[in-house]
């Protein structure tokens, strides 16, 4: 089966330019997750989707990222403006049901914000 | 914040030598589970362990888990080069749906 996709692989952009990220799930999972993962540190959950409705967003910084999952299927989180703080990897995963076990990740995408 | 927390940092061996790296977490877990990560790639999954289990196995990996001291055990027997690699443990903890992964463990192992 295909895994989880993930677009762009790397982006560079200047702070307080805008950008999205996109990812399209596993076929079939409900459950879609967005980390970001700072160099030398472990993924941190930024939003949790189960179907279209989220979950959990409590580490969403709400004032400049947003995530959309129309349809329940892919997703788009966006960052506007960017800040140098956020150059990292944003990875997504997915997962037939939350909470209860393995996730699969995609590749992540690279971000350096300059 | 992150629940799970792993020790050694890092970790530096010869090929064919056993790893061992352990994680440690703070509040009542439904299950664990470690994975790998190869520099600049997404996360894999190894092994799930389950609250209700103590010991399991898959291939080179054995996972052990003390529900009473809250940690859990990863050990990679006869590693190999391929092996180096940074390993987390992440936990989906009683009560709620959002898994959390620890800081992880960079392995090396030397040719």
């Known amino acids: 089966e295909a895994g989880v996709a993930q677009s762009p692989r790397y982006k560079i952009i200047e702070k307080r330019q805008s950008v999205a990220f996109w990812c399209n799930p596993i076929s079939g999972h409900a459950t879609l997750y967005w980390y970001q993962q700072i160099l030398g540190q472990g993924p941190k959950l930024l939003i949790q989707f189960q179907n279209n409705g989220v979950v959990d967003d409590s580490q969403l910084p709400k004032d400049r990222f947003s995530a959309e999952r129309l349809k329940g299927v892919d997703s788009t989180l966006k960052i506007q403006p960017a800040k140098l703080e956020d150059s990292a990897v944003y990875l997504c995963a997915s997962s037939p049901i939350a909470g209860a076990g393995e996730q699969f990740f995609g590749p992540g995408t690279r971000l350096t914000v300059l | 914040s992150q629940q799970g927390e792993e020790d050694p940092q890092a970790l530096s061996i010869q090929e064919g030598e056993n790893a061992t790296m352990n994680c440690s977490y703070k509040t009542s877990i439904n299950n664990l589970q470690w994975y790998r990560q190869n520099s600049g790639r997404g996360l894999v999954h190894l092994i799930l362990i389950r609250s209700n289990e103590r010991e399991k196995h898959s291939g080179r990996l054995r996972v052990t888990l003390d529900t009473s001291k809250k940690s859990s055990s990863l050990l990679i027997t006869a590693s190999r080069a391929a092996d180096t690699a940074s390993y987390f443990c992440?936990?989906?903890?009683?009560?709620?749906?959002?898994?959390?992964f620890g800081a992880g463990t960079r392995l090396f192992v030397k040719a």
């Open positions: 992440a936990t989906d903890h009683t009560g709620g749906f959002k898994t959390i």
